[in-house]
Nanobody
Framework: QVQLVESGGGLVRPGGSLRLSCTAS????????MAWFRQSPDKERDVVAVISQSGGRTYYANSARGRFAVSRVNAKNTMYLQMNQLTPEDTALYYC?????????????????WGQGTQVTVSS
């Protein structure tokens, strides 16, 4: 079992930045990919960014590419999402997810472990 806790969400003005963090605990000794997803009311949960165990491989959704950056520090069991140039369309509940194995998985069903979510609201 892996437990995940997100932090760093909040209210930010359009054009601003936020950095989300996700700290894992539990069975973290085995390699596993991690990802950020987001979900708005009445919408599906969509992938935002994915990162491999080493951090050497990443994937970004089109909406995030060029504005967001995913990273991880394995010594701290922590993954980050740096979000820049935020727009109201980025408003959502952001979830951290961990896979059971290493890889760049893009579907929610590929991730057995989830955090509770952190709210990001972009508004003037």
């Amino acid at each position: 079992q892996v437990q995940l806790v997100e932090s760093g969400g909040g209210l930010v003005r359009p054009g601003g930045s936020l950095r989300l963090s996700c700290t894992a605990s539990g069975r973290t000794s085995s390699p596993f990919g991690m990802a950020w997803f987001r979900q708005s009311p009445d919408k599906e949960r969509d992938v935002v960014a994915v990162i491999s165990q080493s951090g050497g491989r990443t994937y970004y959704a089109n909406s995030a590419r060029g504005r967001f950056a995913v990273s991880r520090v394995n010594a701290k069991n922590t993954m980050y999402l740096q979000m820049n140039q935020l727009t109201p369309e980025d408003t959502a509940l952001y979830y951290c997810a961990a896979a059971a194995t290493n890889g760049l998985f893009r579907r929610p069903s590929d991730y057995p472990y989830w955090g509770q979510g952190t709210q990001v609201t972009v508004s003037s």
